[in-house]
């Protein structure tokens, strides 16, 4: 009957041997998909991290600033809170960062106030998380934000009627209500609006019923990753893309390492998202020269990376302007209207929403010389807010 | 999955003996492993909460296949109806009070474990795990289509749940959650011991054992099944409320095939038909992964799969059987320290 | 009419990639009585192997395949020496354990040397084009994959029903210890029948590429889909998975053309009402 001690005994030599801390090191645990089946998106957070600490050293203003990883592989909001808890009061981190998934982000928020520490949210997009809490900040973008313009870009084209085509899970129907307000609002019609299951493996039906509509075009929405190529391809091989269908999506659909395997599949896409790897100014040159070293294979990096890099930006002026010192309020306080250049473009931290304001840009999957593909930005869409917090 | 599956002699050989003073062993080296770990790791109560939760899940799977012999992939299901009513009860009904939230969750599990049993009885074996399956996945689906309700994949959130007694508070520190689901744990495994230990109990061993000399003897095995299905799905039910009420958040995976999968697999790690092994399979097997995936965030699957591996060449009945070969450990000598 | 024409062959083209890369794990369950849930795994190594070879080194698709198929069996051939003879006829729930145990270290070493993306298999340009059927237009890879399930079904059928093997192996899953009595060598026999459901596995991983697309995380995505298709079929029966196939193929895609709001519903509730009226499935061995 002792053995239960026993074990726990050994447990706890297990558990309690990651050391402790030194004595003017600010620690900044970040919670992501490191393994599963979204290890790609965590890597891009560890490169987004691991580029800005590179780029702008391992001190702030005397302070050394340590990065504490722990793994969350799928939504599991009971772990992310148990990861939280032991990041804040086992390991005394200062900072909360990443966040892949909505509802995890929704169980770590009513611990902030009480841990007195701030979460920057490199990632998780839906619009409501930023009301749970004063002390979250958030660097990534939310889908609405990215898939309002889009309803613009549609009628631009030349379209009036189009089919929504959307995964049937939070993102996907604020993407269709989204882009339904955004796209009606500017004079289209969307005809008809499917919401398919998250495990379609098979999309020849729904591009049946895309046929049967009559729509001149379809907006989709799909979350990144393996689906969207069995997509992308069912779109092609039906005989849509050929008879003249477009097809218009937030870029979630043609993150750039999904491209190689796309290829030619996804040519002449339209997308509209807040970054492409391809993004033309120095800043995101430097960056992604940082970053590509960091993952260790360029073809991996995507969009999970800016908005770790600049999550650990808004993290390091949070460290400065503390000195070091763990408060809360103050360090959340001062990255209110933060603005500076990010790897995408100029971005600013709405002080009221404490979410960030970004440029949206519409690009197209284009092939270059040496037959790779990339998202290629050819127009933008300047300070886009949320428009989802603004609505509520 | 079939009746036939035999089992590993020394758990035979507990089975339909009452040890009142070994039992009583086994509650005071729960109650000491669980203190042990409030002041081991004070730090890390979430998690040992969370292992509770799930420990109470494992439970609740160990009466259904270690009992029963009914293997079962779609527990989740009833520790997400206890989940989601819990959250519900509180979100959308006003109930705040913590006893309250498990017992709405108790009965929304057996609720559930009522519907599963209904269905799962009528088939054996890989049948009755394919069943089992495609319950828990159309139970996600539902909880991600009403949305409205549920919150689909962004969670259930907002669940504000008074101070246990009006005293203790729910905190960042998790200290009621743990001594909350500790004592949770030890009255749900008090009152097993004596089902599994009853002649109910005994006869459940029976039907798993030989179904068709049960039949013979007069007794009827739907009705028996069904009733451990009903008290197995309050259990998972009590598990999913004490998840809903420390974490505040209600989410998807809470009724997945991923969660009943990982039950089965601790299950089995532990060691079936005791008890027991489900509660050391569950604190092994969350206690390793969170230790290797702590120390490398990107690459631990693999060394968790490895202990998979280990356990089935060293200790094909399970961690539970170890016991029994450590001379002056095995539950057998239990009753006499 | 031609609506109803074109889901009906979608429906059909889907069922038979399902019958590719579910037949393998048939046979493992039914035959050798193995719950082999890292199936998926050796599909996934199929795949890996195949796109290293078609894409990375540009050999093309003829040779990709073959290579995958030998070279899956090969790195596979240990893990049945080593792992898997140990649990023949043990029961079920061990059995689940250590093929779970492989699978997570198959994904974790998959991770670790060829990290998170997607792996493609560049189709050559015969199979990639849009084939005009009459009625419509139909992927070429879709008429291969039919053509190839049709083919894999009857030398199957011939292999286990026609020749000596065959006899040997059905001997061997009867009554093993009798089988070994007459003289077979019952633990090569299980040895060349693992290879093949291995080799099935890795055929099929890369032929269903095109909708299952490879990825580390594959083994585990589609455990579930396997499962149901072989239990509905009857674990062991060609026949029987081939009619679940076509079954599921035709709810799946049904379901989803006229309601794909609930497609998952329409899936599970039809699985549910399948294997409540059919427990062995639809062929299955009487146990």
């Known amino acids: 009957m002792n053995v239960r001690k026993l074990l726990g005994a050994a447990l706890g030599a297990l ?86 998934f909505t509802p995890d982000a929704m169980a770590i928020t009513p611990l902030l106030e009480q841990a007195n520490t701030p979460l920057v949210i490199f990632n998780a997009a839906t619009s409501a998380i930023m009301k749970t809490s004063p002390l979250v900040v958030r660097t990534s973008f939310t889908t609405a934000q990215t898939t309002t313009p889009l309803g613009k870009v549609v009628i631009d084209n030349g379209v009036k009627k189009v089919i929504s085509v959307v995964s049937d899970y939070g993102p996907g129907i604020d993407a269709e209500g989204a882009f339904k307000k955004a796209f ?202 949320d428009p989802g917090l603004a609505a509520k | 999955m079939t009746q036939s599956a035999p089992l590993p002699a020394t758990v035979a050989a507990s089975f339909g003996k009452r040890h009142p003073l070994r039992d009583l062993a086994g509650f005071a080296a729960i109650i000491l492993a669980g203190a042990a770990g409030y002041f081991l790791f004070p730090d890390n109560l979430a998690l040992l909460t969370r292992i509770i939760a799930v420990a109470l899940l ?50 929304a599990g057996a609720a559930a474990g009522l519907v599963m049993g209904a269905i799962m009885l009528r088939a054996h074996g890989l049948a009755q795990l394919v069943l089992s399956i495609a319950i828990v996945q159309l139970g996600h689906e539902a909880a991600n289509k009403f949305s409205s309700y549920t919150g689909g994949s962004d969670g259930l959130a907002g669940l504000s749940v008074s101070p246990l007694f009006g005293v203790f508070e729910f905190d960042l520190w998790g200290r009621t959650a743990y001594l909350f689901g500790l004592v949770l744990l030890v009255v749900v495994f008090a009152l097993l011991r004596f089902v599994v230990s009853s002649p109910f109990g005994v006869l459940c061993r029976g039907i798993r ?7 013979a003897m007069g007794a009827s095995v739907f009705p028996v099944m069904l009733k451990m299905f009903v008290i197995s799905g309050a259990v998972a039910g009590v598990g999913g409320a004490l998840a809903a009420i420390s974490t505040q958040v209600v989410g998807l995976d809470s009724i997945s095939f991923e969660l009943s999968a990982n039950a089965l697999v601790m299950l089995v790690l532990g060691g079936l038909g005791s008890l027991y092994g489900a509660l050391i399979g569950a604190v092994i097997f969350m206690g390793f992964e969170h230790t290797v995936s702590a120390y490398n965030p990107f690459h631990w699957l693999t060394m968790v799969g490895a202990l998979l591996v280990a356990v089935v060449l060293v200790a094909p009945g399970g961690l539970a059987s170890l016991l029994d070969k450590v001379p002056g450990l095995g539950r057998r000598e239990g009753g006499k320290p | 009419m031609q609506t109803i024409l074109s889901v009906a062959t979608d429906a059909f083209a889907y069922g038979m990639v399902l019958f590719i890369i579910s037949i393998g794990l048939s046979m493992t369950m039914g035959l050798m009585r193995v719950v082999n849930l890292a199936h998926g795994a050796f599909a996934m190594i199929g795949g890996y192997i195949a796109s290293y070879v078609a894409r990375d080194l540009g050999w093309g ?173 009857g674990a062991g029966s060609i026949l029987g998975t081939v009619v679940a196939c076509l079954a599921l193929g035709a709810i799946d895609t049904v379901g989803r053309y006229l309601m794909p709001e609930f497609g998952n519903f329409f899936f599970y509730a039809a699985v549910i009402a399948i294997v409540s009226a059919f427990p062995r499935g639809f062929f299955g061995r009487a146990q």
């Open chain 3, 61 to 233: 698709y003829a040779p990709a395949i073959v290579l995958a198929v030998a070279g899956t069996i090969l790195l596979c051939a240990p893990l049945e020496r080593f792992l898997y003879r140990r649990i023949y006829g043990k029961p079920e729930l061990l059995q689940v354990l250590l093929t779970i145990g492989i699978t997570f270290c198959v994904i974790g070493i998959t991770n670790y040397f060829f990290g998170p993306t997607l792996k493609t298999i560049p189709l050559p340009s015969v199979l990639a084009q849009p084939v005009d059927i009459g009625f419509r237009t139909l992927a070429g890879h879709r008429i291969f994959v039919i053509a190839c399930g049709i083919a894999v079904a009857a030398a199957l059928w011939f292999l286990i029903e026609r020749t000596a093997f065959g006899i040997k192996l059905r001997a061997t899953v009867d009554n093993a210890a009798m089988t070994d009595a007459l003289g077979v060598r019952t633990p090569t026999i299980y040895a060349v029948a693992f290879s093949i459901a291995v080799g099935l596995a890795a055929f099929g991983g890369v032929i269903g590429a095109e909708f299952l697309p490879v990825e580390p995380y594959y083994a585990l995505r589609y455990m579930v889909l396997f499962l149901v298709v072989v239990t509905v079929g």
């Open chain 1, 15 to 100: 558990l309690l041997g990651s050391g402790a801390a030194a004595a003017d090191t600010v620690k900044v645990g970040i919670i992501g998909p490191f393994s599963g089946p979204f290890a790609l998106q965590g890597k891009n957070f560890q490169a987004g991290v691991e580029a800005y600490m590179a780029l702008n050293g391992k001190t702030v203003k005397g302070n050394d600033v340590e990065v504490i990883y722990r793994d969350l592989p799928a939504a599991n909001p009971a772990q992310a809170r148990a990861l939280a808890q032991e990041l804040v009061v086992k390991d005394k981190v200062q900072y909360l960062g990443g966040v892949y």
């Open chain 1, 184 to 385: 009606e609002a500017a004079g289209g019609q969307v005809v008809d609006a499917i919401r398919m299951p998250m495990n379609t493996n098979d999309f020849s039906p729904i591009m049946q019923r895309v046929k049967d509509s009559g729509a001149e075009a379809v907006f989709a929405f799909l979350p990144s990753g393996p689906t969207t190529l069995g997509f992308v391809k069912a779109f092609n091989e039906t005989g849509l893309k050929k008879a003249g269908t477009k097809l218009f999506a937030p870029g979630d659909l043609t993150q750039e390492s999904d491209l190689p395997a796309l290829g030619d599949a996804a040519a002449g896409m339209l997308t509209t998202f807040h970054y492409a790897v391809s993004h033309d100014s120095p800043e995101n040159k430097t960056f992604v020269e940082a970053a590509s070293k960091a993952i260790g294979n360029p073809a991996e990096l995507s969009f999970p990376s800016v908005g770790a890099f600049d999550g650990m930006h808004v993290i390091y002026k949070m460290i400065e302007a503390t000195e070091g010192k763990q408060d809360a309020a103050k360090a959340v306080d001062a990255v209110k209207g933060l603005s500076w250049t990010s790897p995408r473009g100029p971005v600013s931290i709405d002080a009221d929403t404490r979410h960030i304001t970004e440029n949206i840009y519409l690009r197209e999957v284009t092939k270059q010389a040496d037959g790779t593909y990339i998202n290629k930005e050819i127009q933008t869409f300047e300070n886009q807010k």
């Open chain 2, 58 to 107: 494992v439970l609740s799977l160990d009466l259904v296949t270690g009992y029963c012999g009914v293997a079962s992939l779609g527990q989740a299901t009833m520790f997400g109806a206890g989940a989601y009513a819990a959250g519900f009860a509180c979100v959308h009904g006003g109930v705040t009070e913590p006893l309250t939230l498990v017992l709405v969750g108790a009965i």
């Open chain 2, 209 to 215: 054992q030989d179904p068709v000399r049960v039949k």
